[in-house]
């Protein structure tokens, strides 16, 4: 916990310090920026059989280009990229048998988690109140991000065996949602909606896997 807060300092600090100088171009400016966020995550869309995911997180970071669609600053397209990285608590249980992978829910296994690795692809409208002399600002940046699975692992423990498995075939390789940020200076409240399932070619009995991610936390721009 002292580490984050001391991260979420550093990155205040930072942006203040950053965003001064990336603004004191003329009046047609542009605001490259890194990006760092810390989410809550959520699962939802499950099957009927699934219970809700217990505590989960995620991290992301990357640089995001500005392009400027007006003249003053205050409209501009965000194009990005990134890393991201995010942890489950689910009650989904996975099974392979000869390169094969099923799924049940079963409430006798116990620390089950999966987590994912993710090349990420934001694009952003941005709206914000800034101009070339103010460094302080409100902001509404809103789009989509795009994400490519770099690696998934489930892992689990059934009857005190260590169950792990590594980039199971039916997580999606390519997924996206909708994302908001909006907020005043460094803080920045962010939500990314999921739009495709985590998993394809995935059932329960006859009950498709539809499960998407929900995710809620804080971003901050640095620079």
């Known amino acids: 916990m002292k580490k984050l807060l001391l991260l979420i300092a550093l990155c205040t600090t930072v942006s203040s310090f950053g965003q001064k100088d990336s603004l004191q171009l003329g009046e047609k400016y542009r605001d490259d920026q890194l990006y760092i966020g810390f989410t809550y995550n959520q699962l939802f869309s499950q099957p009927s059989q699934v219970g809700g995911s217990g505590f989960s997180y995620g991290f992301s970071g990357g640089y995001i280009k500005d392009i400027p669609l007006r003249r003053e600053g205050d409209l501009s397209l965000g194009i990005g990229i990134g890393y991201g990285f995010d942890s489950f608590n689910h009650d989904l249980k996975v099974t392979e048998l000869n390169n094969v992978y099923s799924f049940s829910v079963d409430?006798?296994?116990?620390?089950?988690?999966?987590?994912?690795?993710?090349?990420?692809?934001?694009?952003?409208?941005?709206?914000?109140?800034?101009?070339?002399?103010?460094?302080?600002?409100?902001?509404?940046?809103?789009?989509?991000?795009?994400?490519?699975?770099?690696?998934?692992?489930?892992?689990?423990?059934?009857?005190?065996?260590?169950?792990?498995?590594?980039?199971?075939?039916?997580?999606?390789?390519?997924?996206?949602?909708?994302?908001?940020?909006?907020?005043?200076?460094?803080?920045?409240?962010?939500?990314?909606?999921?739009?495709?399932?985590?998993?394809?070619?995935?059932?329960?009995?006859?009950?498709?896997?539809?499960?998407?991610?929900?995710?809620?936390?804080?971003?901050?721009?640095?620079l």
Do not use: C, M
């Not at 934001?122 to 800034?130: A, L, M, N, Q």
């Not at 489930?154 to 909708?178: C, D, H, M, R, W």
């Open 107 to 222: 409430n006798a296994i116990s620390s089950n988690k999966f987590s994912i690795h993710t090349l990420e692809l934001p694009i952003e409208f941005r709206w914000r109140t800034s101009t070339a002399k103010k460094y302080k600002f409100w902001r509404i940046y809103t789009g989509i991000k795009f994400g490519y699975n770099l690696g998934n692992t489930f892992s689990y423990v059934e009857n005190s065996n260590a169950i792990n498995l590594q980039n199971i075939p039916n997580f999606k390789k390519v997924q996206y949602g909708l994302t908001i940020s909006a907020g005043y200076d460094a803080f920045n409240a962010h939500i990314y909606y999921g739009l495709t399932p985590i998993l394809e070619n995935a059932t329960i009995g006859t009950s498709s896997i539809d499960t998407k991610i929900l995710k809620i936390g804080l971003v901050f721009y640095i």
